[in-house]
């Protein structure tokens, strides 16, 4: 779920629509006025795990049977597209672009339970058509869209049940979408409305606003606001989104003067709102985060720390909801919105804890780079899944990971993460095993 590096993330833009945002074009052409290019994505993992749920074993999400402590399931994907333009005159253009996704699942399925084997399908991934007239864009359909960094609004599809390649994430387009943007210069503004692919909890729209400016040698600030609505008929929600109102500020990439080798990143949002039935939403997130860069040593090297906050509710009896919602977030890179491979996968999913993460990554040659990271994860209030725990202190979870580049068309990575439950996860579960997750995936993009 929400997984790893899409090329085409890579060049993702803050607030800016995929539609004209190829990262690596792939074939391209043009006839006259129409040009475009045709591009192919595909992506393979192997994922082994053991101790799951820290011994007490897999539940099925659509049976609920225990089905073992241990899980190995191979992921595939391919997603063949293309894109369009037409320039009708200098200052106004048509744009288009599709693309189809096909994914599957195979062995004893994830090991959150939300995928089994043979799970998968093809369907339209990107379907989009609009326009760009001079500094507007306007383009509607199915398509791709990222605020920030993906704190909050980048992935538009959980991939579970019978979608397939849960891990792998590879689906991300929004359903059903409008945006409008604006850009000149350091200044870029949209507004959109998006609904979101959730198959666990719920479909859902997302109506709103970013605005983003970006000052050369200080950092990129922004600040969004939009209102969700659910798509799922009143009454059946698992979960209450209706009517929640979400406001983010941000600063990302900010230098720090006199330390050119630091970077900051910060963000604070909040919901709130009421929905129906008495339901009123009071929920916040924020994290603060330093990245520092040595530049003479032998290889470079990047040693970073982030403490981040996703709140819990105190009382899930009552009418006030105070767990953050995760909504569309992303991710852009290792522990960015996944944090922890194991917690962000299958237990605690950005919503009430409180995480320290610690980070090096070494860039051994041009194309290898060696990292590990290590998470210490807190409930933010004392229950986890609805019930009472009597302790705070979660679990750790740690990282080991090698990324191989060998061009700027594939990537492949092997990672071995592992998880040790605390007082809280040992209360709940009841076992005392670490969980493990041994991972090996490659992508491709052209």
Known sequence: MYRRIDFSKLALVSGLCLAAQPALAGYEFKEGDLSGSVNLNAGAATISTHGVNFGTGKIDSRSGENEGTNARWQEFYIKPGITLQYQLNPDFQLLGGASVMGATTFGDGDAGGNTRSSDGAARWEELYAGFQAGDWKFTAGRQNYL???????MDGNLDALDK???????????????????????????????RAD??????????GANIDYAIEGVGKFGAMAFRVNSEVPRGDEVFPRDGKQVYNLRALG???????????????AVQKGNGHGGIEYDAKAWYLQGDYAFTQTPWPVNLGYRYLVYSGDDDVTDNTVKAWDPLSKGFTGWGTWLVGDIMGNYLLFNSNERVQQFYVKNQLTETVALGAIHYQFWLDEKNFLGAPVSERRFADESVLYLDWTPTDRWYASLSYNWAKPKGAAKEFFGDNNTFSALELYVLYHY
Do not use: C
């Open 147 to 153: 605020v920030g960094n993906g704190f909050i609004v």
């Open 164 to 194: 397939g390649a849960y891990w792998l994430g590879p689906r991300t387009a929004f359903n059903d979408s409008a945006i409008l943007g604006w850009s000149q210069g350091a200044l870029q503004a949209q507004a959109f409305t998006l």
């Open 198 to 207: 959730d198959d666990l909890i719920g479909d859902y729209r997302m109506t």
């Open 254 to 268: 900010v230098k720090v003067p006199g330390i050119p080798a630091l970077t900051l990143d910060g963000e604070y």
